[in-house]
């Protein structure tokens, strides 16, 4: 198979890499590699959405995959998840995408401004329609997710987040990964380990060894499922 694994940073796939075979490196962002017998493209686009759709669509320009794999650690506002546990992302949508009406939030949705797309939509909603699915990606949780520019640190916006979609993770790039995937037809699949809780910044109680060591064994046994 050829597939895309795309992750915002080095730092979150680099052990998952030393069981690929390295060939070379296309373009400062993108690098190949062989798995088994799997052709792997990885892009590491830098952190947010901006860099993901940009160097998401550039590669896409040039090359189709049977598969994408997001790669990743995430916050929760879900306290059933625990720290270090590896989610399934389903759906996902740009929390922040919108304007503001006093102390209320208008979505595009809100404001008429979403058309038609090529996929299912629901109230300003990704769902991942066309997922990578097998045996073992049926064992881990189904989870929603925001994806923001800003990463929620305090109360107020904690709680009005909450309230607006009530997400149970969010990251910084899933939905630029979706949007693009989706609309490509490409079947795809956002995989996330849990580094935090979403709370007022504590990096004490953030646990990215874990988070990293147990992603890169998710990520493994997904590629040994193809």
Same mark, same amino acid.
């Given at each position: 198979m050829t597939i895309l694994i795309v992750s915002a940073t080095y730092l979150e796939i680099e052990p998952l890499l030393t069981h690929f075979n390295f060939v070379e490196q296309t373009?400062? +962002?993108?690098?190949?590699?062989?798995?088994?017998?799997h052709q792997i493209d990885v892009l590491i686009p830098g952190v947010g959405m901006t860099y993901t759709a940009y160097w998401l669509g550039k590669t896409l320009t040039s090359k189709m995959y049977d598969a994408a794999i997001n790669l990743g650690l995430a916050g929760t506002f879900d306290e059933a998840i625990k720290i270090g546990e590896v989610v399934n992302v389903s759906s996902d949508r740009i929390a922040e995408l919108g304007a503001e009406d006093g102390e209320k939030f208008l979505s595009l949705f809100d404001m008429d401004l979403i058309e038609d797309e090529d996929f299912s939509l629901q109230n300003g909603e990704m769902i991942n329609t066309i997922p990578v699915?097998?045996?073992?990606? +049926?064992?881990l949780q189904k989870v929603s997710a925001i994806t923001v520019n800003t990463t929620h640190g305090d109360e107020l916006s904690i709680s009005k987040v909450k309230e607006l979609f009530n997400p149970q993770v969010e990251t910084m790039e899933g939905a630029a990964f979706f949007y693009a995937c989706l609309l490509e037809g490409i079947s795809c699949i956002q995989l996330r380990a849990i580094s935090n809780k979403v709370e007022r910044r504590n990096k004490e109680n953030w646990d990215i060894k874990l988070a990293v060591q147990n992603l890169t064994q998710a990520s493994l046994k997904l590629l040994n499922e193809f």
């Open positions: 373009n400062q +962002k993108l690098r190949k590699y062989t798995y088994k017998n699915e097998n045996e073992w990606t +049926k064992t």
